[in-house]
């Protein structure tokens, strides 16, 4: 399966789906079904804050995601700090996902077969 297009008009749109996905790599790795590393690699990296910048994204879904770039070091420097560090982001992104307002779209993704 491969995700062809994503169809958004709204910046709330891409906002909310972007708090999906961080929801859910948070949730994955607070199961730990996921690692920090692979994370790393998906959505808390650099790179994905500079593309959120060019595309004016929230101050609050940025620092989300420049703290998980953090998660990392926390792992590797304070290991029993982790769960925790996990667990306020995870918070802080379920609040702006109640703050938005419910999408009356109907298809998100066309997916290729």
Not at 30 to 37: I, Q
Not at 38 to 48: K, Q, R
Not at 53 to 62: A, G, N, P, S, V
């Amino acid at each position: 399966m491969k995700i062809e297009q994503v169809n958004f008009r709204k910046k709330s749109s891409d906002e909310k789906i972007l708090l999906l996905m961080i929801v859910g790599a948070l949730t994955a790795l607070r199961e730990r079904k996921v690692s920090v590393d692979e994370m790393s690699y998906f959505l808390f990296h650099p790179g994905m804050i500079s593309k959120l910048k060019q595309k004016h994204c929230r101050k609050e879904i940025l620092r989300i995601v420049r703290e998980g770039c953090e998660l990392e070091d926390i792992e590797d420097l304070v290991p029993e700090a982790l769960p925790e560090a996990v667990d306020e982001l995870y918070r802080r992104a379920m609040k702006l996902l109640g703050e938005m307002e419910e999408e009356k779209r109907h298809v998100w993704v066309k997916i290729k077969k």
